[in-house]
C-alpha cells in the first residue's frame, strides 16, 4: 500500500532493507558466462578483485524496491533514479539499502518524493549512492 | 553478420548507435528476476494497477547495459553511474528492445569511461525507460 504525502516528512528515514548477496543470486541476474567478473571466479582474480562481484545494477533493484514500497504505482510510473556506485559489490556480501526524504515538491496530479539513497556493506562501507523520486498522492 | 571488435577507447566513437535485439517478457524472466535480487512483490505474478503482472522496473536494464555487446567483444567493464526515468510499467507478455546511443567518453585519473544514454521500448515503439549510464573500460 502505497503511502500517502501527507503521511510523509522531509528527513523521514525508510524503512530499511536487507540483502545477501549469493553467487546463485548474481548468477540469475547476470546469465553464467565464462571470462566474466560476476560469474568466473578465477576471472574476476585475474582482473584484480578478489572474488566475483555482484552487477551494479541490482543494487538499483533493490533502490527500486524500496521505493516501490514507499511510491506503489507512483514509483512504477513516473519514477527515477540517479546512483554511483562507488564500491564493488561481491559475491557473499551483505547490504542494508537506505533512504531519506529529502524533499517533498507539489506537482500536477500529486507530490513529487525525493529520496537521498544509499547502499552499505556489512563493514559499514557506502557501496552506491544516489537519489530516487516518485509520485504520492 | 555482425563483425565484432575488441572494445577499447580508441575504437568507441561518440555518437555511435546500438540496438538490442527484441526480448519477449514471459513469466518465467520475471520470476527469475524476482528470484535475482530477492523481491517477490505480488505485481510480478498476479493482478496490479496497471491491469495484469509486470516487471520489475530495472527489468529490462540489462538489456540496455549490454548494448555494446552487439558490437564488440567487451574484455571487462565497471559500472559507474546509472540514471533512470521509468515512463510506463513492463508488463508480461511485451516484447521489448533497448536502443542507445554513445554521447560521451573520457579519461580521469587515468582511468577510461563511455557514457551511453538509452531508451527501452515496447513493440508499438512507445517509450517504457529512458536514461544514461557510464561504464568503466578495463584494459585487456
Partial sequence: MAVAAAALAVGQTLPPLEKSLTQRHIDAYSGVRVRSIHTDEAWARRKGFRTTLAQGMMSTAYVSEMMTRLLGAGFVRGGTMSVAFVKPVYAGDRLTVRGVVKELRPEPGGTRVVVDVWCENQDGITTAIGTASGTAS | ?140
Fill in chain 2, 1 to 140: 553478420m555482425t563483425d565484432f571488435a575488441p572494445l577499447t577507447y580508441d575504437a568507441l566513437r561518440i555518437g555511435e548507435e546500438f540496438v538490442s535485439d527484441t526480448m519477449l517478457v514471459t513469466p518465467e524472466d520475471v520470476d527469475t528476476y524476482a528470484f535475482a535480487v530477492d523481491d517477490e512483490h505480488p505485481w510480478f505474478s498476479g493482478p496490479s494497477p496497471f491491469g495484469g503482472p509486470i516487471a520489475h522496473p530495472t527489468f529490462a536494464a540489462n538489456q540496455a547495459l549490454r548494448l555494446r555487446h552487439s558490437r564488440y567483444v567487451v574484455h571487462a567493464g565497471l559500472h559507474a553511474k546509472m540514471q533512470f526515468e521509468f515512463l510506463a510499467p513492463i508488463r508480461v507478455g511485451m516484447r521489448v528492445r533497448s536502443r542507445g546511443r554513445v554521447i560521451d567518453k573520457y579519461e580521469r585519473r587515468r582511468k577510461q569511461y563511455m557514457v551511453t544514454e538509452f531508451v527501452t521500448e515496447d513493440e508499438t515503439g512507445t517509450p517504457l525507460v529512458r536514461g544514461q549510464f557510464t561504464q568503466m573500460l578495463i584494459p585487456a
